[in-house]
């Protein structure tokens, strides 16, 4: 499939290179601050003036990261789950007793934080004490909802729903195979797992209906809904897969929207905070910005290079970083 971008219009030029030195696992912001997360030991602050700031945060790899504006949560294979501020300060908020590895971490309403090890979960709500539960197999992600203090947890067979201050029994949502992550969709009402196979599963809550959600070329890797909320994008193909959730019934028994074709695997989708849009990285170094309705593109970096690893948004909108497997990251400033 070729596919023609030279005319299509540009943003590349107001990118702002960052050298992160390692490859790109994760980025967030902190207001106007992206703080890249590197695979070995560090975060990578970097303002819109001024040096980017290197802050060792944990005695080994970074395995997962989560943030909420206000911190930038993770856990490391040093079995420590550390919150590093916009200002870089970094506290610890837990050290695994037996040391294991933090697989996954997640930030939710009012403080909350949760992270996995091994096949336990455990859960913190602002500053109150800390609560724990064994899955059946190790846990493969980590999910708030978005109201109240509820967290999704996905593992082999499915997914477990539990309120950590509550005494009656967790939830379990069951469908074969391994579940690798998880996602609330924004009202709360749907909850989807990405696979080792190359599929998604969601749940419609109220009535734990089915969803199965196929067609992909390799396992989805990264997925978030659009500012409205009716749409799911995803990676997993040579295009952004879009899944209408703007119905009662969410997908089922419809197919996605496919946007920004191209020869090159889509690895990574960022979703604009306010507008139908959504930012895409791709295997080549490629970046574009979609607009969901009709599919026009803006390029916001030129292909060549690796993979593009990592994509976030600003809260404003207004600033779009990106992160690659080789180190090369910059930030577009789009304001």
């Known amino acids: 499939m070729g596919v023609d971008r030279e005319s299509i219009p540009s943003v590349a030029a107001r990118v702002r290179p960052v050298q992160a030195g390692a490859p790109v696992v994760g980025i967030h912001f902190l207001k106007e601050t ?13 303002a819109r003036e001024g ?34 501020g916009a200002d870089g300060d970094s506290e610890t908020v837990a050290t695994d007793a037996k040391h294991r590895w933090i697989d996954h971490v997640a930030l939710g309403p009012s403080g909350a934080v949760a992270w996995s090890a091994g096949r336990q979960a455990f859960a913190r709500a602002g500053k109150g ?12 992600g980590l999910a708030f909802a978005p109201k109240g203090f509820r967290l999704a947890i996905a593992h082999y067979n499915g997914a477990t729903l539990w309120f950590p201050n509550a005494k009656a029994d967790p939830e379990t949502l069951e469908w074969k ?11 709360g009402r749907f909850l989807v797992t990405s696979m080792q196979e190359p ?3 969601g749940w419609r809550l109220d009535d734990r209906k089915d969803m ?13 809904w659009t500012a409205d909320g009716k749409w799911l994008a995803t990676s997993g193909s040579n295009q952004v897969v879009l899944w209408p959730f703007g119905g009662k019934d969410g997908p089922m028994g419809k197919q996605p929207q496919l946007r920004a074709p ?42 060549g290079g690796e993979p593009v690893t990592a994509l976030a948004w600003s809260a404003s909108g207004k600033l779009l970083a990106f992160g690659t497997e080789s180190g090369e990251a910059g930030i577009l400033d789009l304001a």
């Open 51 to 84: 040096e980017p700031q290197r802050l060792a945060v944990h005695g080994g790899a970074i395995l997962s990261s989560a943030s909420d504006g206000t911190r930038v949560v993770t856990g490391g294979d040093d079995g420590k789950v550390v919150s590093t």
């Open 262 to 303: 191209s020869e090159q695997q889509a690895d990574v989708v960022a979703c604009h905070p306010k507008q139908s849009v959504v930012a895409v990285g791709f295997a080549d170094g490629l970046v574009l910005l979609v607009r969901t309705d009709d599919g026009a593109e803006i390029l916001g970096r030129k292909p």
């Open 177 to 187: 195979g391994s579940h690798l992550g998880a996602k609330f969709s924004p009202d």
């Open 34 to 46: 992206a703080a890249f997360v590197l695979g070995e030991e560090a975060l990578l602050l970097a």
């Open 199 to 201: 599929m998604l599963h």
């Open 129 to 140: 004490a800390e609560k724990s539960l064994e899955v059946v197999s190790t846990v493969g």
């Open 212 to 224: 199965r959600m196929s067609g992909y070329a390799s396992r989805v890797r990264s997925l978030g």
